[in-house]
Every structure is written in structure tokens, then in C-alpha cells.
T-cell receptor
């Protein structure tokens, strides 16, 4: 199973770029890497998904090195509303019951 | 319009009772899921279900059973509730196994 490891918490200031790294040393060939955001008392919300190299959407970028043993979620110019928990998920989609969310990174954005 | 909805939002009950949580998605997705988030905020998948098969996380007690009356619904039935079942339960759906999941607002279950 592809277990993930993330920093427990991070602090940032408004307008800064935030990079959150997730380690997944035993990622399998079929696994995709997905990041979710969760606010208190809400369900997780999809941010971005990738398999290798770099993926960018209107919200974030995801960097995945060639060995795929880690990934970095990059949030450009964060605002106070980006304060949330960010989960890295490595998915064996052919056996979705084995999907494991990481412990999450609690990001606090300060004014 | 709510994409993935769950009822009830809060559920307080006694040990030993049987309860159900309903989930509906209006996204036309093929696959639905149930997750449990415990007090330490760990999210664990319990079930995934599409119109072909039910996949069960082997760590989930058989007191938990998903029921799907149709493609848009996946309800969670829990028998003989235990204190350790207290958690937030999230329903989710996705258009295919390999893709973005849309989560419901969660149901906070408290077993007394």
C-alpha cells in the first residue's frame, strides 16, 4: 500500500507561495496522486491530480519528480481563505478500497 | 443545486441501535464511496460501489453495509452501534474510478 507522509502543519502569510510536499516512497505503477482541501465541518474538495511531471490548473500546481516517490502541491499567492487541511492521496484506482488519505497538512495563512 | 447530499447532518444514538445514513448524488456519476473520518481527522475509505461491484475495505466491520437502491443513491446501514463508531461519515462520488471525487457535507455520528 502506498502510504503517504506530509508535514503536520505549515504557516504562511497572505500573498506568499506555499509548497506542501508529500512523500509516497512505495507508490505503485498504477497509482495517481491527488490532493484535496478540507475546511472545518466540510467534506474534502478536489484540488488537483497528476501522474508524473507537472500539472497546473486555475487553483494550484502539482510537481512530481521522475521517480514519483514524492509530490509537491504549490499554491500561488495564498489568501486567508486558503487556511485549511490539505490531504495527499495516492490512489490504486483498480483497487479503490485501498485508497489511503495521508494525515493531512494543516495550513494556516496569516494576514 | 447540491451535488452530493447526505442526511442527517447530525445523528446521536445509543449503543446497540441500528441506524442509516442516506446519500444522494445528482451528478450522474457511476461510482460512489463511503469514508469515515475519526477524531484524529484520518480519512479512511470504507466502501466503493459502482453499478458493477461493491468493493469493501476489509478492515470495516460487517455491521456496516452499503445499500444502493439506484445509481444515484448509496445509503450506509450500521447495526449494533458501538462507541467507536462515533465519527464523521462522508459520502462521495466520482465519474469513474480514476478521477476526482466529490464529497458530501458529512454526517456526524455520536454513539452514547
Amino acid at each position: 500500500l502506498a502510504k503517504t507522509t506530509q508535514p503536520i502543519s505549515m504557516d504562511s502569510y497572505e500573498g506568499q507561495e506555499v509548497n506542501i510536499t508529500c512523500s509516497h516512497n512505495n507508490i505503485a505503477t498504477n497509482d495517481y496522486i491527488t490532493w484535496y482541501q478540507q475546511f472545518p465541518s466540510q467534506g474534502p474538495r478536489f484540488i488537483i491530480q497528476g501522474y508524473k511531471t507537472k500539472v497546473t490548473n486555475e487553483v494550484a500546481s502539482l510537481f512530481i519528480p521522475a521517480d514519483r516517490k514524492s509530490s509537491t502541491l504549490s499554491l500561488p499567492r495564498v489568501s486567508l481563505s486558503d487556511t485549511a487541511v490539505y490531504y495527499c492521496l495516492v490512489g490504486d484506482w483498480d483497487s479503490s478500497y485501498k485508497l489511503i488519505f495521508g494525515s493531512g497538512t494543516r495550513l494556516l495563512v496569516r494576514p | 443545486d447540491t451535488a452530493v447530499s447526505q442526511t442527517p447532518k447530525y445523528l446521536v444514538t445509543q449503543m446497540g441501535n441500528d441506524k442509516s445514513i442516506k446519500c444522494e448524488q445528482n451528478l450522474g456519476h457511476d461510482t460512489m464511496y463511503w469514508y469515515k473520518q475519526d477524531s484524529k481527522k484520518f480519512l479512511k475509505i470504507m466502501f466503493s460501489y459502482n453499478n458493477k461491484e461493491l468493493i469493501i475495505n476489509e478492515t470495516v466491520p460487517n455491521r456496516f453495509s452499503p445499500k444502493s437502491p439506484d445509481k444515484a443513491h448509496l445509503n450506509l446501514h450500521i447495526n449494533s452501534l458501538e462507541l467507536g463508531d462515533s465519527a464523521v461519515y462522508f459520502c462521495a462520488s466520482s465519474p469513474r474510478d480514476r478521477g476526482e471525487q466529490f464529497f458530501g457535507p458529512g454526517t456526524r455520528l455520536t454513539v452514547l
